[in-house]
């Protein structure tokens, strides 16, 4: 049965189905590496011939790739997945408290999974007093089921900051912002400690994450609308670039043209 999820229905709700015993991934574990690593992740879903796949990692490519499986006559679905420049470390289990969180040192990526309903993954490192701290998830952008909540405790367990959803305005197609990012400043010297858990209680094989902890990564990402731009001689065309920034970045942003054609200016960049 195909329908509308609200039973809507016109000449232009158009679809392809395909049907058959076809390769089908689910998740991969983990989500990520760093640039330059072999990536090499262990791969779950239907119909498929292979445990592990080689995915390209290399320093050339953007921040978040896809890749399609060649298996046979058939291809999968695509594989979302994140390359970054920070290192990178794997969850060890058990750390589901702080009697045996695993120890961490920050800024790294932690590249782990919420193994069964209600685990809670739980890291420690060592702050000092007046650090601008930074945690975040890659989990649902990269087509985890995850739905992300990250706490960040003191050494006597009390709640230092804490978030369930957080907007990317980057993943603009995304219908439920289901990742976590907090900040805070730390208020003391000594132990703290991170924990990741799914907020539904799920958990399961497939529920990975990447967790970004540590100092702030300004950064920024530009969005351009209308992305085509049809300009006739003599005439301005307006457009707007929207910069999302990042951790904080409050740096001025210049826009230019690149290889422009002769005639062509940019006004207010």
Not at 5 to 15: K, L, N, Q, T
Request: glycine share 12%.
């Amino acid at each position: 049965e195909i329908r509308d999820a609200i039973y809507r229905g016109r000449a232009d709700f158009v679809y392809r189905v395909t049907v058959g015993e076809q390769p089908f991934v689910t998740g991969i574990f983990p989500l990520g590496a760093r640039a330059g690593a072999v990536f090499t992740p262990w791969i779950a879903g239907w119909n498929l011939a292979m445990e592990k796949c080689t995915l390209d990692a290399g320093a050339e490519g953007g921040a978040v790739r896809h890749a399609t499986l060649s298996q046979g006559a058939w291809l999968t679905n695509p594989i979302r997945y994140a390359v970054g420049t920070l290192p990178e470390t794997l969850e060890k289990e058990p750390n589901d408290n702080a009697e045996i969180a695993q120890p961490i040192q920050p800024t790294r990526i932690v590249n782990g999974y919420i193994s069964a309903p209600g685990d809670i993954d739980v890291y420690r490192f060592e702050g000092k007093a007046g650090e601008e701290f930074v945690a975040e998830t890659q989990a649902r952008r990269l087509r985890s089921p995850l739905d992300s909540l990250l706490r960040l405790l003191d050494a006597e367990g009390n709640v230092v900051a804490f978030n369930d959803d957080f907007e990317d305005k980057g993943a603009g197609m995304l219908t439920h912002h289901a990742d976590s990012h907090l900040s805070a400043r730390l208020p003391r010297d000594g132990v703290f400690y991170v924990q990741v858990a799914d907020t539904q209680g799920n958990g399961g094989p497939v529920f990975g994450y990447r967790l970004r902890m540590g100092a702030p990564q300004p950064d920024f990402e530009l969005r351009v609308t209308p992305s085509t731009l049809n300009a006739f001689g003599r005439l301005a065309a307006p457009l707007t670039v929207f910069a999302l920034r990042k951790d904080g970045f409050d740096g001025e942003i210049e826009v230019a043209l690149k290889n422009a054609p002769k005639g062509f200016t940019l006004a207010g960049g």
